[in-house]
Protein backbone atom coordinates (compact mmCIF):
# COMPACT_ATOMS: atom_id res chain seq x y z
CA UNK A 1 0.00 0.00 0.00
CA UNK A 2 2.67 2.37 0.76
CA UNK A 3 3.98 1.60 -2.52
CA UNK A 4 1.13 2.31 -4.34
CA UNK A 5 0.69 5.91 -2.45
CA UNK A 6 4.29 6.75 -3.27
CA UNK A 7 4.45 6.02 -6.81
CA UNK A 8 0.37 7.89 -6.92
CA UNK A 9 2.40 10.84 -5.42
CA UNK A 10 5.66 10.78 -7.90
CA UNK A 11 2.87 10.59 -10.75
CA UNK A 12 1.35 13.41 -9.56
CA UNK A 13 4.41 15.26 -9.00
CA UNK A 14 5.77 14.85 -12.28
CA UNK A 15 2.75 15.57 -14.73
CA UNK A 16 3.16 19.04 -14.40
CA UNK A 17 7.00 18.86 -15.41
CA UNK A 18 5.78 16.56 -18.23
CA UNK A 19 3.50 19.05 -19.69
CA UNK A 20 5.44 22.48 -19.37
CA UNK A 21 8.65 20.63 -21.45
CA UNK A 22 6.39 19.10 -24.24
CA UNK A 23 4.90 22.79 -24.72
CA UNK A 24 6.59 24.18 -27.75
CA UNK A 25 8.23 27.98 -27.13
CA UNK A 26 6.24 30.49 -29.04
CA UNK A 27 7.95 32.31 -31.87
CA UNK A 28 7.40 35.68 -33.51
CA UNK A 29 6.75 35.64 -37.48
CA UNK A 30 10.31 36.41 -39.41
CA UNK A 31 9.75 39.96 -41.03
CA UNK A 32 8.42 39.94 -44.31
CA UNK A 33 10.90 41.20 -47.81
CA UNK A 34 10.04 44.89 -48.41
CA UNK A 35 7.35 44.52 -51.14
CA UNK A 36 5.56 41.03 -49.96
CA UNK A 37 2.58 42.43 -49.04
CA UNK A 38 0.58 39.57 -48.50
CA UNK A 39 3.57 37.49 -47.24
CA UNK A 40 3.53 34.78 -49.83
CA UNK A 41 6.93 34.86 -50.41
CA UNK A 42 6.34 36.63 -53.47
CA UNK A 43 7.54 40.38 -54.63
CA UNK A 44 4.57 42.50 -55.17
CA UNK A 45 4.84 45.49 -57.05
CA UNK A 46 3.75 49.39 -56.18
CA UNK A 47 3.78 51.82 -58.65
CA UNK A 48 3.09 55.69 -57.66
CA UNK A 49 0.74 58.11 -60.66
CA UNK A 50 0.71 61.59 -58.68
CA UNK A 51 -0.64 62.53 -61.24
CA UNK A 52 -3.85 60.82 -62.00
CA UNK A 53 -7.29 62.03 -61.93
CA UNK A 54 -9.03 60.60 -58.96
CA UNK A 55 -12.88 61.05 -58.65
CA UNK A 56 -12.73 63.91 -60.96
CA UNK A 57 -9.96 65.88 -58.83
CA UNK A 58 -6.64 66.22 -61.38
CA UNK A 59 -3.46 65.46 -60.12
CA UNK A 60 -5.16 63.71 -56.70
CA UNK A 61 -2.74 60.91 -57.27
CA UNK A 62 -2.70 57.23 -56.69
CA UNK A 63 -1.04 54.24 -56.21
CA UNK A 64 -1.56 50.96 -57.95
CA UNK A 65 -0.56 47.40 -56.76
CA UNK A 66 0.08 44.55 -58.26
CA UNK A 67 0.52 40.87 -56.69
CA UNK A 68 2.98 38.30 -57.75
CA UNK A 69 2.51 34.47 -58.47
CA UNK A 70 5.19 32.09 -59.33
CA UNK A 71 4.66 32.75 -62.46
CA UNK A 72 5.03 36.14 -62.35
CA UNK A 73 2.82 39.62 -61.59
CA UNK A 74 -0.98 38.71 -61.73
CA UNK A 75 -2.33 41.98 -63.19
CA UNK A 76 -5.72 40.29 -62.60
CA UNK A 77 -4.85 40.92 -59.07
CA UNK A 78 -4.41 44.83 -59.14
CA UNK A 79 -5.50 46.90 -56.46
CA UNK A 80 -5.78 51.23 -56.90
CA UNK A 81 -4.97 52.38 -53.88
CA UNK A 82 -6.26 56.35 -53.08
CA UNK A 83 -7.50 58.72 -50.38
CA UNK A 84 -10.41 57.70 -51.32
CA UNK A 85 -10.06 54.00 -50.54
CA UNK A 86 -11.44 52.99 -47.36
CA UNK A 87 -9.08 53.01 -44.52
CA UNK A 88 -6.69 55.52 -45.96
CA UNK A 89 -6.80 58.63 -44.02
CA UNK A 90 -7.76 61.95 -46.18
CA UNK A 91 -9.86 62.65 -49.19
CA UNK A 92 -8.45 62.63 -53.00
CA UNK A 93 -8.53 66.16 -53.72
CA UNK A 94 -6.88 68.03 -56.61
CA UNK A 95 -3.01 68.59 -56.68
CA UNK A 96 -2.44 66.34 -53.71
CA UNK A 97 0.01 64.48 -55.74
CA UNK A 98 -0.66 60.91 -53.90
CA UNK A 99 2.07 58.28 -54.71
CA UNK A 100 4.71 61.02 -55.25
CA UNK A 101 6.81 58.43 -53.21
CA UNK A 102 6.77 55.22 -52.21
CA UNK A 103 8.76 52.34 -50.15
CA UNK A 104 7.93 48.79 -48.05
CA UNK A 105 9.59 47.53 -45.32
CA UNK A 106 7.65 44.92 -42.65
CA UNK A 107 7.24 47.77 -40.21
CA UNK A 108 5.49 46.17 -37.54
CA UNK A 109 7.50 42.69 -38.19
CA UNK A 110 3.80 40.72 -38.53
CA UNK A 111 5.22 38.77 -41.41
CA UNK A 112 3.44 40.98 -43.75
CA UNK A 113 5.24 44.12 -45.68
CA UNK A 114 3.82 47.61 -45.77
CA UNK A 115 3.41 50.31 -47.75
CA UNK A 116 4.33 54.12 -47.06
CA UNK A 117 2.69 56.57 -49.68
CA UNK A 118 4.01 60.12 -50.02
CA UNK A 119 1.66 62.85 -50.45
CA UNK A 120 3.32 66.21 -50.73
CA UNK A 121 0.64 68.38 -52.05
CA UNK A 122 -1.73 67.20 -49.17
CA UNK A 123 -3.01 70.97 -47.55
CA UNK A 124 -2.97 70.19 -43.95
CA UNK A 125 -5.07 72.43 -41.24
CA UNK A 126 -4.55 75.16 -43.46
CA UNK A 127 -1.51 74.80 -44.86
CA UNK A 128 -0.76 74.38 -48.59
CA UNK A 129 1.60 71.74 -49.30
CA UNK A 130 2.05 70.82 -45.79
CA UNK A 131 2.29 66.97 -47.02
CA UNK A 132 1.32 63.70 -45.35
CA UNK A 133 2.97 60.68 -45.51
CA UNK A 134 0.55 57.59 -44.86
CA UNK A 135 1.37 53.69 -43.85
CA UNK A 136 -0.79 51.12 -45.39
CA UNK A 137 -0.92 47.50 -43.51
CA UNK A 138 0.07 44.41 -45.13
CA UNK A 139 -1.97 41.25 -44.55
CA UNK A 140 -2.97 37.59 -45.69
CA UNK A 141 -5.59 38.93 -47.80
CA UNK A 142 -3.38 42.01 -48.82
CA UNK A 143 -2.93 45.34 -48.13
CA UNK A 144 -5.70 47.21 -46.01
CA UNK A 145 -6.07 50.11 -43.43
CA UNK A 146 -3.66 52.47 -42.82
CA UNK A 147 -2.47 55.75 -40.52
CA UNK A 148 -0.41 58.49 -40.60
CA UNK A 149 2.65 59.03 -40.39
CA UNK A 150 3.55 62.42 -37.54
CA UNK A 151 5.52 65.23 -39.10
CA UNK A 152 6.47 66.58 -36.06
CA UNK A 153 8.27 69.59 -37.75
CA UNK A 154 5.29 70.81 -39.65
CA UNK A 155 5.60 74.31 -39.07
CA UNK A 156 9.11 74.61 -40.41
CA UNK A 157 8.66 72.15 -43.58
CA UNK A 158 6.33 71.82 -47.03
CA UNK A 159 5.84 69.08 -49.22
CA UNK A 160 6.20 66.34 -46.21
CA UNK A 161 6.25 62.82 -48.27
CA UNK A 162 8.02 63.69 -51.96
CA UNK A 163 10.42 61.01 -50.64
CA UNK A 164 10.33 58.42 -48.50
CA UNK A 165 12.53 55.58 -47.13
CA UNK A 166 13.14 52.38 -44.21
CA UNK A 167 15.64 52.09 -42.44
CA UNK A 168 17.80 51.32 -39.06
CA UNK A 169 19.06 54.84 -38.35
CA UNK A 170 19.42 54.72 -34.85
CA UNK A 171 21.15 50.93 -34.90
CA UNK A 172 18.68 50.34 -32.00
CA UNK A 173 17.38 47.14 -34.13
CA UNK A 174 14.11 49.00 -35.06
CA UNK A 175 13.05 50.07 -38.45
CA UNK A 176 12.45 54.03 -38.82
CA UNK A 177 10.98 55.98 -41.16
CA UNK A 178 12.61 59.27 -43.23
CA UNK A 179 10.77 61.40 -45.14
CA UNK A 180 12.00 64.44 -47.26
CA UNK A 181 10.62 67.80 -47.47
CA UNK A 182 11.25 70.98 -47.91
CA UNK A 183 12.03 74.04 -45.87
CA UNK A 184 14.59 74.21 -42.75
CA UNK A 185 14.25 70.35 -42.26
CA UNK A 186 14.94 68.45 -45.29
CA UNK A 187 14.91 65.19 -44.04
CA UNK A 188 12.85 63.59 -40.87
CA UNK A 189 13.10 60.73 -39.17
CA UNK A 190 10.64 58.90 -37.32
CA UNK A 191 11.36 56.68 -34.78
CA UNK A 192 10.29 52.85 -34.70
CA UNK A 193 9.13 50.43 -33.34
CA UNK A 194 6.16 50.30 -35.49
CA UNK A 195 2.42 48.90 -34.56
CA UNK A 196 -1.06 49.57 -35.96
CA UNK A 197 -2.47 51.33 -33.07
CA UNK A 198 0.60 52.27 -30.55
CA UNK A 199 1.53 55.90 -30.28
CA UNK A 200 4.84 56.64 -32.31
CA UNK A 201 8.07 57.02 -30.65
CA UNK A 202 8.62 60.68 -31.96
CA UNK A 203 11.05 62.04 -34.46
CA UNK A 204 13.59 64.57 -35.46
CA UNK A 205 14.49 66.51 -38.44
CA UNK A 206 18.06 67.71 -40.01
CA UNK A 207 18.73 70.50 -42.46
CA UNK A 208 20.79 68.18 -45.02
CA UNK A 209 20.59 69.68 -48.32
CA UNK A 210 18.08 67.77 -51.06
CA UNK A 211 20.51 68.95 -53.99
CA UNK A 212 23.92 67.74 -54.85
CA UNK A 213 25.06 70.80 -56.81
CA UNK A 214 27.60 73.16 -55.21
CA UNK A 215 26.49 75.71 -53.19
CA UNK A 216 26.89 79.48 -53.64
CA UNK A 217 26.12 83.05 -52.80
CA UNK A 218 23.03 82.34 -55.30
CA UNK A 219 22.50 78.80 -53.69
CA UNK A 220 23.15 78.94 -50.18
CA UNK A 221 22.94 76.11 -47.60
CA UNK A 222 19.12 75.77 -45.90
CA UNK A 223 18.12 77.46 -42.59
CA UNK A 224 20.59 76.74 -40.02
CA UNK A 225 23.90 76.42 -39.69
CA UNK A 226 26.56 75.18 -42.43
CA UNK A 227 28.12 72.10 -42.31
CA UNK A 228 31.74 71.72 -41.54
CA UNK A 229 34.11 71.92 -44.85
CA UNK A 230 34.19 68.75 -46.62
CA UNK A 231 31.07 67.78 -45.14
CA UNK A 232 29.32 65.36 -48.21
CA UNK A 233 26.08 66.65 -49.43
CA UNK A 234 22.95 64.35 -49.55
CA UNK A 235 20.18 63.40 -51.55
CA UNK A 236 16.98 61.88 -51.99
CA UNK A 237 15.57 59.57 -54.64
CA UNK A 238 11.57 58.96 -54.32
CA UNK A 239 11.08 55.35 -54.84
CA UNK A 240 8.26 54.11 -57.59
CA UNK A 241 8.14 56.98 -59.69
CA UNK A 242 6.87 55.99 -62.92
CA UNK A 243 7.72 59.74 -65.55
CA UNK A 244 4.57 59.91 -67.80
CA UNK A 245 3.24 61.81 -70.99
CA UNK A 246 -0.25 61.66 -69.75
CA UNK A 247 -2.49 61.26 -66.26
CA UNK A 248 -4.23 58.63 -66.10
CA UNK A 249 -7.73 58.64 -64.79
CA UNK A 250 -9.58 56.76 -62.12
Known amino acids: ?42 ADLAIGAPGATVGGKAKAGAVSVVYGSSTGLKTSTRTLITQNTAGVP ?37 DTNDGTVVVV ?59 RTSSFQGGSGSGFPTRTRPRTASRPWPSGPSPPPGTPTWSCTAAGRVPTTRSPTW
Open 137 to 195: WGAKSGLSGARTVPNSNDRDVDRYGQTVAVGDVDADGDLDILVGANGLFTLAFVNGPFT
Open 90 to 126: GAAEADDAFGSAVASADLNTDGYADLLIGTPGEDVNG
Open 1 to 42: MRNRIACALLAAALTPLALTLSAPAAHAAPAAKPYDFNGDGL
